[in-house]
């Protein structure tokens, strides 16, 4: 049914006015069953997808006001031993909920953002036809019901290994190499880059760089980073470029990876890892020093990647 741009206005004002401000009914809950999802996450087509699925945990998320205007209806993460459904509802009450689902064996890579209360989990996977991206905001409270589905997930996209899913480790080279490192990308790198069963193989650090503006002042212009090699992930680790309280986590499976491209932007490269699924290609960008990047470049060529240069870009 159409709806005019007054009616959804309307709606919207009224439904921003139920949103919970405080309290512990603006932070998500573990749900025991899908009969305790809220009606507007509840329809006859999440019942038949939950039917053919093993519900593992379920995560539901009150309505958000985020960026100080937009509302986000309720929303729900369904995790199965496999994959992950999201359900979002409606503004509409007479209308179901949009249903994504992803299988962790089509992921092309996963970014969790958690900086003091604020969180967002983005999520690009293999598609129906093309990559699907799955991205919400979330209070930083339900990490702790959120970091092991979610580890799960990457689990799930893995190869089959036989390394131990209990156990990391990395080498004497390795450990010293994290010594070398500020004490919280050191401790960064045991609490979330190396996942359970993987082993170390490579790391790189840039510190942040910044460039001279008015002349007494510096414009940060590349936040702290740090790129790790596992035995099954590359995983860059970050600070946000302006609150130094928090990361920003990316983890990118080793085999959706078909190469890294490198090209040249003034003092710095864009660093393009080209990723496929399928038929389905993708990539992942981020901004590195020449130096940073010539070390990454030695190192992943080292373990067997494809790396291609590109020309700077002409003015």
């Not at 899908?34 to 379920?58: G, K, M, N, R, Y």
């Not at 369904?78 to 359900?87: E, N």
């Not at 990391?168 to 609490?191: D, H, W």
């Not at 085999?255 to 890892?273: A, F, K, M, Y």
Request: aromatic letters at 8%; glycine letters at 8%; one cysteine or more.
């Amino acid at each position: 049914m159409d709806r005019s741009t007054d009616d959804q206005k309307k709606r919207l004002a009224e439904l921003k006015k139920d949103v919970p401000g405080r309290g512990l009914e603006r932070h998500p809950s573990v749900l025991k069953s899908l009969s305790e999802l809220p009606s507007e996450l509840q329809s006859p087509a999440v019942t038949d997808l939950a039917a053919c699925e093993a519900i593992q945990t379920i995560i539901a998320f009150p309505p958000q006001i985020q960026h100080g205007w937009q509302y986000v209806p309720k929303q729900a993460l369904l995790f199965t031993p496999t994959g992950v459904i999201h359900l979002l509802g409606s503004i509409w009450p007479d209308q179901e909920p949009e249903i994504t689902s992803l299988k962790g064996c089509g992921l092309m890579y996963m970014k969790v953002t958690l900086l003091l209360l604020y969180g967002f989990l983005e999520i690009i996977a293999q598609g129906q036809g093309s990559p699907t991206r799955v991205a919400m905001e979330f209070n930083t409270v339900a990490w702790n019901f959120l970091s092991r589905p979610l580890r799960q997930l990457l689990k799930s996209s893995e190869a089959l290994s036989d390394t131990p899913s209990d156990k990391t480790g990395y080498s004497r080279t390795m450990g010293q190499a994290l010594e070398n490192l500020p004490v919280k990308f050191s401790n960064g790198v045991k609490i979330y880059g190396l996942l359970p069963g993987e082993e170390l193989q490579e790391l790189v650090f840039q510190p942040g760089t910044w460039k001279r503006w008015l002349y007494f002042f510096r414009r940060p212009v590349s936040a702290n980073t740090l790129l790790l090699l596992t035995s099954h992930y590359m995983v860059v680790i970050q600070e946000e470029l302006k609150v130094e309280q928090g990361w920003i986590l990316s983890y990118i499976p080793r085999n959706s990876i078909t190469g890294i491209r490198s090209q040249p932007c003034g003092l710095w490269n864009e660093l393009s890892v080209q990723l496929k699924q399928g038929d389905q290609p993708g990539d992942y960008k981020l901004m590195l020093k020449s130096e940073a990047v010539e070390a990454w470049r030695r190192q992943w060529v080292q373990h067997g990647g494809v790396w291609e240069e590109i020309p700077a870009q002409q003015a």
